[in-house]
């Protein structure tokens, strides 16, 4: 049970949430709704979340090898 936790909890890290995020952005601003401010916020922060998750990968995947051997 333990060990589904600590899966479920990295898979949360690594989801699909930013492709999700650009889908929205995409959808707002077809719809004419969206201000250039927001479409900058949320590219922005799409942008910072792909660089935050692909740099601590590494180390996550390590971490990971580590506590399931």
């Known amino acids: 049970m333990r060990r589904e936790r ?3 909890r990295r898979g949360c890290w ?3 949430i ?3 995020a650009v889908f929205y952005l995409t959808l ?3 719809r004419g709704a969206a ?3 927001l479409l900058a916020a949320g590219s922005l922060i ?3 979340s792909l ?3 692909g740099t601590t990968s590494s180390l996550g995947v390590t971490l ?3 506590s399931a051997g």
């Open 64 to 66: 990971y090898r580590r």
């Open 14 to 16: 690594f989801g699909p």
């Open 51 to 53: 660089v935050a998750h």
């Open 28 to 30: 707002v601003a077809e």
């Open 46 to 48: 799409v942008t910072a």
């Open 6 to 8: 600590t899966d479920a």
């Open 18 to 20: 930013g492709v999700s």
């Open 35 to 37: 201000t250039p401010e």
